[in-house]
């Protein structure tokens, strides 16, 4: 059983198109992320939701929405893409939020090219 | 701003032992974590550390020095499943995840 799952595992797109990617989560954590990792590598967190409540929205711009239809699920929707967006998107959770210096469990990302 | 300096990359013999350095400046510190991961892969997680001091794991250590803002970790008997890039992630006093830039390990023959 895959403890954090997204789907789909690639994404090619053209630019001003809109795309989802799902993310699940049987490990009955509290607390799921979205984190982009870009071309240079560095992993930045755009949102997390505990239990359903968002937590942290970084600067992200306003194209990205989350959505957490119950604490298992955070998927996330993106308008209108751009040339920028192309990374790869990883679903995480934890038992906590980082105030209880939970782990992070990763799912195996989502590589979105936007052509 | 909030800084982590990790090296970009090191190369080490099948074997050999290998320290990868983290440097942090941060406002505040409640812990710091290193991850593993391999390319095209999810990272996973590898040891914590909140309190001064040597974690030992199996082949893997990890050191933390909070007064000089460090940490290391240590890998030994290296093999070439080791071949991966290693992630410093800190928690900062707002309780956010800073993460390096991750260190490429190549591990030779």
């Known amino acids: 059983d895959t403890a954090v799952s997204q789907t789909p595992k690639y994404l090619v797109t053209q630019m001003g198109n809109d795309k989802s990617i799902k993310c699940e989560q049987n490990?009955?954590?509290?607390?799921m992320y979205w984190y982009k990792q870009d071309s240079k590598k560095f992993l930045k967190i755009m949102f997390s939701?505990?239990?359903?409540?968002?937590?942290i929205n970084e600067t992200v711009p306003n194209r990205f929405s989350p959505k957490s239809p119950d604490k298992a699920h955070l998927n996330l929707h993106i308008n209108s893409l751009e040339l920028g967006d192309s990374a790869v998107y990883f679903c995480a959770s934890s038992q906590y939020g980082t105030e209880n210096t939970g782990e992070l469990f990763f799912g195996e990302g989502s590589r979105l090219t936007v052509l | 701003g909030q800084n982590i300096d990790q090296p970009t990359e090191m190369t080490a013999t099948e074997g050999a032992i290998v320290q990868i350095n983290c440097t942090y400046q941060t406002s505040g510190f409640n812990g710091l974590f290193w991850y593993q991961q391999h390319a095209g892969e999810a990272p996973t997680f590898l040891s914590y550390n909140v309190l001064d001091g040597l974690e030992e794991k199996g082949r893997f250590s990890s050191f933390l020095s909070r007064s000089k803002g460090y940490s290391y970790l240590l890998l030994k008997e290296l093999q070439m499943k080791d071949s991966a890039s290693y992630l410093c992630?800190?928690?900062?006093?707002?309780?956010?995840?800073?993460w390096g830039a991750g260190t490429k390990l190549i591990i030779k023959p």
């Open positions: 992630a800190v928690i900062d006093s707002n309780y956010q995840l800073i």
């Open positions: 939701y505990n239990n359903k409540e968002l937590i």
């Open positions: 490990l009955g954590h509290d607390t």
